[in-house]
Structure formats: C-alpha cells, structure tokens
C-alpha cells in the first residue's frame, strides 16, 4: 500500500465501520477511479460522445459525469477547449444535491479549483449569478482560470473570507455551497501525501473552521433557500458533528430527505452524541461501496430570515457607450452577436455583467462576469475569456482544425499558421468549439493563445 495510513486513524475507522472495516481497509489498494464532467455549457453529453475520443463509462449519480482511464485526458485540445472538467467522481455529487436552477443566485464559498463552480454555472446555463470565491489567493487564481476555460459568463470570482461576504450579501442568494476544508481523509487513497498531515487534533480543528464557515453562510442564504454542506472527510466531528452543532444554533434551518444514488450511504446519527435522527437523512460516500472516493452531504433548507442588514457601500457605475466604443466597433466587424448584460469599465479591462447585479467597490474581485479584453488607445483588443465563451457560429471570422490535426498543435504551441483567411481577428476553433484568437494578415494566422496556456514544443 502507498505510504502508511496513520494508526490512529485506521483505529477510529476499525470502531466506526466494524464488519465493514476489511472491504474499506482492501479499497486502499485499488485503483482510484478517475472522472471527468462533460461542460454542458459548450457542449451537450449527445454531442461529445459524437466527437469522444476516450474510452468512457457512465457515472450513475452524474448525468454529465464520466469514467476515464485514458492518460491523454488532461492534454486533448478538447480539455483546452473547456469540453471537460477532470473531476473526482463522488465530487460530482455535491452540484447535483445543490440542484441550481437557471436564473438564481449561487454562492459556492469554498470554490477552487473550480470543478464544483463549473457544474453549478453548468446547471444555470447561463442565467441567473454564481459568486465563485475563494480565500487563498493563489487557489482563487487557479479558480479564475479554470472559470475562464469553461467559457462561464455569469460568475464573479472573489478572494474574500466569508465573514467579509456574508456583510454585503444579507439574504442573498437561492443556493449556497459550503465544500468545506476538512481533515482530507476520504482523499487518502487518491493523494495519498495527504496522509501525512492527519491527525486528531488537525480533525477538531477543521471542525471549528467548518462551523464558522457555515455560521457566515447561513446569513447569506434567503428564506426558502438551499444550502448544501460537503466536505472529502470520514470525521463525524467533521460531518454530522458539525451539521448537529449547527442546526442547535439555527432552528430556521432543517436537514432535507435525500433521494440519492442507491449505493451511497446514510449519516450515522449514533456516531455523535445526542445525535438527532434527521443526520441520517444526509449522504455518505465510501469508496468501497461505490467506485469513487470518500464523501459527506447534508442539504439543509431555511425556513426563514434573519432580519441581519447588508452592509452599506458604494457600488461600480456601469460604463456608457461611449466609454465602449472602441468594443462595439471591433464587435460590429468581428461578431454576430453581443453577450447580454452591462457593461463594466475597470480602468482599461472592459467586463460584462449579468443585469440586475451591483458589484460593491470593496471586495476583491479577480473576475467580474465575462472579461470582454483591453480597451487600448484608440483599439479594443478581445480576451481570452470572450474567445472560450463564444461559439463558432458568434464569430464572423473562423476557422476550424480538426482535434488530431497538426494545425491544432501548432496553435497550442503558439506558433504562427499559413491560412488564407479574411483580413481581422479569427475564432480558432478545435472540431467547432473556441480555443481562442488569432489574427489574420491575409495569408498568415498570428496567433494570440496565451503564453501562460501554450503548450511546450517537444509536445
């Protein structure tokens, strides 16, 4: 078995599972299973399966979620493309449970790197908002770049506490996510340098964090509305402790009866004491039942509002045309149609923001709806992030490599191409989906991939 699992740990989990403990113990040496989540937002499930090049098999609890063994699955230009997400299976799960619809407001607290975000945005469809925020700014970076390559135009990416949140978005939102950070011991088998940093006192730590989190949470959450608590730990200090912790705080909330995949299991209200029976109706996920790693799910419902106001501020003005004109003439020669919304002038980066949305000036934002790109001196120079938001067909300008070409490399590698195309900026396509811009001299493709994105040459 890779690396040692803690004793200590095997010895809570031998008292826990009981006769189930030797089928847990035997899943350690298995294979992890490996998934990925077809983005319906670009792509229907039909139509990748039309185009897939992997050898799949169905995830049941995730309609868009997928089995992969390929090794090839994390460098395809149809992952750059924003076609997939690589995601853990059970993971998939918690977007499922939260079961966002379109037009509402979504708050996914703990967001990076992103996986949960990209199916919440996915189930939207591009109506309504998702607040995608994360604390640590190197992981709300990664959060921001996978929003990008999922071609989302509805989410604002914040790298605020939750506390700082919760001050500004009173009664908010229909639907919180808190995937909370945990102990990490249903990852042990997946990551397996994880074991390492367990230990009991680490466990009631993340407790209190957790409980923390889902105090600020709930404050943010209107009447009526969902809020789904995960987290990838087996710790009942971590799951149903917490949950119980948190419902004799906040009697306007109630845990809901779930109708999950038949193979997941139930909360175990006995492992906490004083335990109350409703923490069974909430999810256990174990990875030797399913083909998936470790999970806990409880979905709570707000019966009603605190009467908690939203910090006052200032708000972002949204920018005139004639701030904008530079975009609506490059839009004009390069686009069939504009993306709905306002527009937002940040110093030179030009953004679109879903209507009825007012951005407060003092959060820190690092991705305010879609980045529509720079407004320089007298010319507007499109992002990267309106290229993965188009289709083939907004485009006026563009051109189609197939996914096993040359052509289609050589763009990943950021290298210029012959093509004889109309003078302007071009929609690169791979098999009909974006991958970003080129511009075209007449006979020769400049190409404007990012350079932190292009692939190495020896690729």
């Not at 009447?223 to 705080?249: D, H, W």
């Amino acid at each position: 078995m890779d690396g040692l699992l803690p004793e200590e740990y095997l010895d809570r989990m031998r008292r826990l599972l009981k006769e189930e403990y030797d089928a847990f113990y035997r899943s350690y040496s298995e294979e992890k299973a490996q998934g990925l989540r077809i983005n319906t937002l670009k792509i229907s499930v039909d139509d990748f399966m039309k185009l897939n090049p992997f050898h799949l098999e169905k995830i049941p609890w995730a309609e868009e979620g997928f089995y992969y063994t390929s090794d090839s699955v994390g460098k395809h230009p149809y992952h750059e493309s924003g076609l997939y997400y690589i995601q853990e299976p059970s993971a998939m799960a918690a977007a499922v449970l939260l079961n966002p619809q379109p037009g509402e407001r979504v708050l996914d607290i703990c967001a990076a790197p992103g996986g949960k975000a990209g199916h919440i945005a996915a189930r939207l469809q591009g109506k309504g908002l998702l607040i995608a925020n994360e604390i640590q700014i190197s992981r709300a970076k990664i959060l921001s770049q996978n929003i990008e390559r999922m071609g989302i135009r509805n989410c604002i990416v914040t790298n605020e506490s939750p506390e700082r949140l919760s001050g500004y978005f009173q009664n908010y939102f229909h639907r919180i996510l808190v995937d909370a950070p945990c102990s990490g011991e249903g990852m042990f088998r997946k990551n397996p340098e994880t074991r390492k940093e367990w230990s009991l006192k680490n466990v009631f730590s993340c407790a209190e964090r957790q409980i923390h989190i889902l105090e600020t949470a709930s404050d943010m959450l209107m009447a009526g509305g969902t809020l789904v608590y995960s987290t990838c730990t087996f710790s009942p200090e971590e799951n149903e402790g917490v949950i119980e912790k948190f419902l004799r705080n906040h009697p306007e909330f109630e845990i809901q009866k779930l109708y999950a995949y038949e193979k997941f299991s139930s909360g175990k209200s006995e492992w906490i004491q004083g335990g109350r029976k409703e923490l069974n109706h909430t999810v256990r996920i174990w990875p030797h039942r399913v083909k998936g790693e470790g999970h806990f799910i409880a979905v709570l419902k707000k019966k009603e509002e605190k009467t908690k106001k939203a910090a006052e501020c200032q708000f972002y003005k949204y920018a005139s045309a004639k701030e904008v004109n530079d975009f609506s003439n490059f839009a004009e020669e390069s686009l069939h149609r504009l993306p709905e919304g306002r527009f937002l002038l940040l110093g030179e980066q030009l953004y679109i923001v879903p209507e009825g949305f007012k951005i407060p000036r003092k959060l820190k934002i690092l991705r305010v709806g879609l980045h529509l790109g720079t407004m320089k001196k007298n010319r507007f120079e499109p992002s990267h992030s309106l290229a993965m938001s188009l289709k083939k067909e907004d485009a006026q300008n563009w051109i189609d490599f197939s996914g096993d070409s040359e052509e289609v490399l050589t763009y990943l590698k950021g290298e210029t191409i012959e093509a004889d195309i109309k003078k302007g900026w071009v929609l690169v396509c791979v098999d009909g989906y974006s991958l970003g811009w080129g511009k075209s001299a007449g006979n020769i493709l400049k190409n404007h991939y990012p350079k932190g994105l292009r692939w190495r040459k020896g690729i």
